[in-house]
């Protein structure tokens, strides 16, 4: 007879894992954070009975005190943004105020931004359910590209609230502005939903795209109130009002529940000292995910691709092979069809699955209720959305079980050597950069179009006749009456894209199904030269894609999905010219420079690379044309150490700049690829050995603006990071992969030391 | 030097400001008439000035005699004598003579708030005489002026394009709109867009639909020294540029023909659609036929069928096609199987053979009792599907479950008969 089996709870499971000497060597540091009550605030007097009614359906007798201070805000006219853990009811922050708008003046209309097609859709199901539940006749609708042609004039005409996209805005609403006349008479709201990702370059185009919203609405004669949610990031406010350039109040204060948590920080035994190879952390994920299975404990797994995904999906369903059929176990990413989506939040209400696998789609805002526990296959790159994926875990006042699982790479090893890295500062900042001609001008032609600037007109907060007389002289615009009118057959909008700065982008083209051919994306020509090469594995939301032909004269790459265990790092050589020294602080062992370059690339070769290992697997030519780009870079140069022969200086110099580049997007908050770091042995500008650091964006998006102003630190915890990294000589965890025996990390180690003196 | 280095260079232009001062419009400020208008004048064009600014014209009067290509302009009158009488199905029944407004425009861009329209074509009867007013934006900033001395906003017309449905008039609403504040307000004329019918009818016969096309084929028009369409938005942009209006003329006679061309087409297409001239093909009538079912004028739409298979011996399998519907609605089943039949004689493109085989298969399974012969025409079907490289997977994916299904039935129940 066996005994029923008792379930543990998390803190209990933690206890016996602390206690089992299997797993408990791996475990570096166990943190608990504790839980909070939820605050709550009564329903406002002036709440229409239908929302009311609404809400009580749903169970809601009260709101949490941050719901209630948005509909303060919201009533009073001032614009706000309310930071928002994940599940803590963000979604009644706005609905509540734009319903009751409604409902008060069946004129008034609402505009909602979310920043992709699929989150609209999702948002729209769950407000039509609260609209219904109130009983009241209110339109509210999707508008973006799925949009059935019968059912857009009416959602033009007579739509209370439209929910769609920046890029649909951009191009499908503002310059066709007069079939939305309703719209921009009546708007009351604008409902800027994740507002965290509107960061880099898209953030920095949405922010114009959203200057140009407002100008229409004011040509309208309406003043919307903007209202904001974010993700917890270390700089809401701040960024709400440089992307809508207006001042903003903050809800920071949450009132939302939360349970206890416990955090795991989980690092692979070294298998491979001499190289400080680990164990893979994909196998690692695998065998806690397996535990957590079979102690019955809800989990969500992220991995960082589709292939992991499926990967982990097919280890954990090892498990479960005998059983026909088996549901408990499930992948999830990008793409999946909302029928499917709705069967798997299903299935985990219900408790069907117990395991989901999931790449970062998941990050954003889709809801598919909470679990028990998450495990992060690797650190998702920056605090911000580690925080995100650990919400997932923590249902109500339950506790919850976050375990990271640290991967052979630098930032991941950081991360585990210094938890207070994530527990002991803010997320970090998320920053946009209008000021950025190339997109600023852009957007002035697009705004030139909608609305000819008259001959005193700012455009935000940006004096602009200078550029408009420029416009005019290159004949786009013509100066009569009083305005700048457009005179010119083009169409703007379609020829900027919000997810780049580059002005010729090159488009991706899906034929895995020749029959089926769809653009999936473009990107930037200078990024594309080593991204989309002929044989490039190009990684788009989570699935693998093998470029199979670069058609460079019409800017088209041609791309077939495929399954491989490896990526592509393109080499490139680099001519850079300094064009104007801005700023320069001269310290006793270097000079720090800022400024604006040019950039002259040629791609030559390309590596592929495996998973994990990182293991160089073959390679091959690239042959493409040199581009030219102009962007702002820092740089810092040094006097060569009397001691270092030329190659001495060559080696160091390069691992240095490998180790540099790993920590940049951790002080800057960007992504590895929006930043390079050129190690120059004799750069011509100064003479001397120099790093230059650019941004990777055309005109540039103020990253290395920002390095310029943190090199000390920059430098300190570089050095700090690759002294105290086990491997012998050098890993790709450090300085890159060097060849045993050598002392170039000990001579980056003396380098860093001397640089930050 | 590339764009983005010229504009990285005028960095030092880009200042900010405080935050913007409320921008009040201001009562409407008439602009000064253009410092090119002697020059316009002088090349032939009326120079109008009204309370909102300056517009040029160009009017032009013809004579009902007038040939244009193989129709002479007068033809008019009893084509659209021909509509005022007719039943009121059909779209094309708002003509009345004295009420029709052929309209054209030309446009600086092809969409959105910032592409106007400079150019904009109206002909109409006036006692008997055919005026076109062609009027002429003096500049961007005249842009009131020249909508209101359209006189679009008057009601009481029908208005008569080609692509207007979705180009011209909407165009216009958008301008209207720039406008609205002091323009009286642009109504909803009913509107017969001859581009419309000029696809159903000639759909599957002619390659481009371009009203140049449509001239050389059907009108008997030839266009010499003619300025493309293409072209327009760059003349006139230079025109308002430079000053100079030499290029703008042969912009207005592009327009001009462009308008006649459009009443020889509506003569046209009456007598067609009224059976007055026998085209010597059979597909404008097949086309014709298919039109009046949409419409649900079946008896007329049967009428026009039938008079196809009759006179014609080659390809009228298109025109059984649709018969065989028509036949079925009416309930005579062995009358349909038999048009549908007549269908497949090789003229079909494969979806319509792969409905027609479809329709036998039902109408013997169904109505006809021939299980037999819905079994082959089911196997014919999946025959023929599998052999369209062109349809997208999806798609045959469906075709092939349906089909699928209804041969496993069909031949349950012939073992069932068989019993």
Known sequence: MTLLKKRKTISELVESWLADPEIKSGILHHRVIEGKDARYAPFPESLHPSIRKALESRGIGSLYSHQREAFDLASSGRSFTAVTPTASGKSLCYHLPVLQAVLEDRAARSLYLFPTKALAQDQMADLHRLIEASGEDILSHTYDGDTSPGIRQKVRKSGHIIMTNPDMLHSGILPHHTKWVSLFENLKFIVIDELHTYKGVFGSHVAHVLRRLIRIARYYGSDPVIICTSATIANPKELAEELANREMSLIADNGAPAGKKHFLFYNPPVIHPTFGIRRSAVLEVRDLARRLYEEEVQTIVFAKSRVRVEMLVTYMKEMTKKKLSDTTIRGYRGGYLPSERREIEKGLRNGDIRTVVSTNALELGVDIGQLQACIMTGYPGNIASAWQQAGRAGRRQDEALIIYVAQSLPLDQYVIEHPEYLFGQSPEEARIHPDNLLILMDHLKCASFELPFSLDEPYGEFEVQELLAYLAGEGILVEAGGKWHWMSERFPASEVSLRSASQENVIIIDKTVPRDTTVIGEMDRFSAMTLLHEEAIYIHQGTQYQVEELDWEEKKAYVREVDVDYFTDANLAVELKVISEDETEQLENRTASFGDIAVLAMPTIFKKIRFDSHDNIGSGPITLPAEEMHTSSAWLSFERPADWSESDLTDTMTGAAYAMHSFIPLFVSCDRSDIHVVPQVKAVHTGKPTFFVYDSTPGGIGLSKRVHGMWEELLEQTARHVVSCPCESGCPVCIGAQESGGRVKERVADLFGKLSG | ?419
């Open chain 2, 1 to 419: 030097m590339s764009y983005e280095n010229k504009l990285l260079q005028m960095k030092k232009m880009l200042k900010k400001s405080a935050p913007a001062k409320e921008a009040k419009e201001t009562a409407f400020a008439k602009p000064d008439p253009p410092e090119y208008a002697d020059r316009w004048e002088a090349a032939g064009l009326e120079r109008i000035d009204n309370s909102f600014g300056t517009v040029f014209r160009r009017t032009v009067r013809y004579q009902p005699e007038t040939v244009h290509g193989t129709s002479s302009l007068g033809e008019l009158k009893e084509a659209a004598a021909a509509w005022s009488g007719s039943d009121g199905v059909h779209p094309f029944a708002a003509g009345d003579e004295r009420k029709l407004l052929f309209f054209d425009t030309e446009t600086t861009g092809l969409k959105g708030t910032g592409s106007l329209i400079f150019m904009a074509g109206l002909l109409s009867v006036k006692e008997g005489v055919f005026v076109l007013d062609q009027y002429v934006l003096a500049g961007p900033a005249h842009e009131t002026a020249f909508l209101f001395e359209t006189g679009l906003w008057k009601p009481g017309f029908t208005v008569v394009t080609y692509n207007g449905k979705s180009f011209d008039w909407p165009q216009l609403k958008t301008r209207w709109t720039m406008n609205r504040e002091h323009l009286p307000k642009l109504g909803d004329p009913d509107h017969i867009d001859l581009l419309q019918g000029t696809r159903r009818v000639w759909k599957g016969g002619l390659k481009s639909f371009a009203l140049k096309s449509i001239e050389e084929e059907i009108l008997g028009f030839h266009r010499e020294d003619d300025i493309p369409g293409f072209l327009a938005p760059i003349i006139y942009t230079d025109a308002v540029k430079s000053g100079s209006p030499d290029l703008l003329l042969g912009v207005l006679r592009h327009n001009e023909w462009d308008l006649l061309s459009l009443v020889t087409l509506f003569v046209r297409l009456t007598s067609l659609l009224m059976k007055d001239n026998e085209e010597p093909t059979p597909l404008p009538h097949t086309n014709i036929g298919k039109w009046f079912g949409d419409l649900k004028a079946y008896d007329r739409s049967r009428e026009v069928l039938e008079e196809v298979t009759d006179l014609f011996f080659d390809d009228t399998d298109e025109a059984y096609y649709h018969l065989g519907f028509l036949l079925k609605r009416e309930g005579r089943h062995a009358d349909a199987e038999e048009a549908f039949l007549q269908a497949l004689g090789g003229g079909l493109d494969d979806l319509k053979a792969l409905r027609a085989l479809e329709e036998i298969a039902k109408l013997n399974e169904h109505r006809l009792g021939n299980l037999a012969k819905a079994e082959i025409n089911c196997l014919r079907a999946i025959g023929l599907l599998k052999s369209m490289d062109s349809l997208k997977p999806a798609r045959k994916q469906r075709w092939q479950e349906a089909f699928d299904k209804r041969l496993e039935r069909v031949r349950k129940k012939r073992e069932k008969a068989k019993g």
